[in-house]
């Protein structure tokens, strides 16, 4: 099984709201991450993880606040967005969050507007 | 400065032709490089990665690398409608990943 999964696949707040992103692998994977893509640009590392410790953090605004309750989830908590920060919200996982030679497996995404 | 450049295309090749797509990364520490498709409104997919310096080869899919030349390419072979996508050139360092912007990739029938 080489799936990330992501939910929801879609979401629209508000400013004011606080949701929450879930990502989930059962690959046994130990490093998972955020990134985040906008129309036509690449995607951007936000956090990473790796055995359930916050390893980077890509400078992100404190409006998203990641989460790792354990191996397998990875949460991405949202508040008090801009509407700039619409965007594809990528979960991937790689196997050992070491450095080097780790393939890196993407979930379907969630489609972010802030209105 | 960009950590991954690719041309942004689009390029157009004819069915069964060959296409090529380049990349080229400027921290000289990366180890390991890896190319993604990824379709308008879906999530990158993984479909090479290269380690070591030379080819490697998948089906019609070949990586070449060069680390002195810091140049990454792909080979697509007997290139289909289906290819049509946009490539993304990824360069792993200590596991930060960095993209490419991506070459758009069209095969006309």
């Known amino acids: 099984d080489t799936e990330v999964t992501q939910t929801p696949k879609h979401l629209v707040m508000g400013m004011t709201n606080k949701k929450s992103l879930k990502c989930e692998q059962h690959?046994?994977?130990?490093?998972m991450y955020w990134y985040k893509q906008k129309a036509k640009k690449p995607p951007e590392l936000m956090f990473v993880?790796?055995?359930?410790?916050?390893?980077i953090n890509e400078s992100v605004p404190s409006r998203f606040s990641p989460e790792c309750p354990n191996s397998s989830l990875l949460n991405l908590h949202l508040h008090a967005l801009q509407p700039e920060d619409s965007a594809l919200y990528l979960c991937?996982?790689?196997?050992?969050?070491?450095?080097?030679?780790?393939?890196?497996?993407f979930g379907p995404g969630t489609r972010l507007t802030v209105l | 400065q960009k950590e991954v450049e690719q041309n942004s295309g689009p390029l157009s090749v004819p069915e069964g032709a060959i296409a090529s797509l380049n990349c080229t990364y400027s921290?000289?520490?990366?180890?390991?490089f890896f190319w993604y498709r990824q379709y308008s409104g879906k999530s990158p997919e993984l479909i090479m990665f290269?380690?070591?310096?030379g080819d490697k080869e998948d089906g019609r899919f070949t990586a070449q690398l060069n680390k002195a030349s810091q140049y990454v390419s792909l080979l697509i072979r007997d290139s289909q409608p289906s290819d049509s996508a946009t490539y993304l050139c990824?360069?792993?360092?200590?596991?930060?990943?960095?993209f490419g912007s991506g070459t758009k990739l069209n095969v006309k029938p």
């Open positions: 990824a360069v792993e360092n200590f596991n930060k990943f960095y």
């Open positions: 290269i380690y070591s310096n």
């Open positions: 921290d000289r520490g990366s180890q390991s």
């Open positions: 690959m046994g994977h130990r490093a």
């Open positions: 993880y790796s055995y359930e410790k916050l390893s």
């Open positions: 991937a996982s790689s196997r050992s969050g070491t450095s080097g030679f780790d393939e890196q497996f």
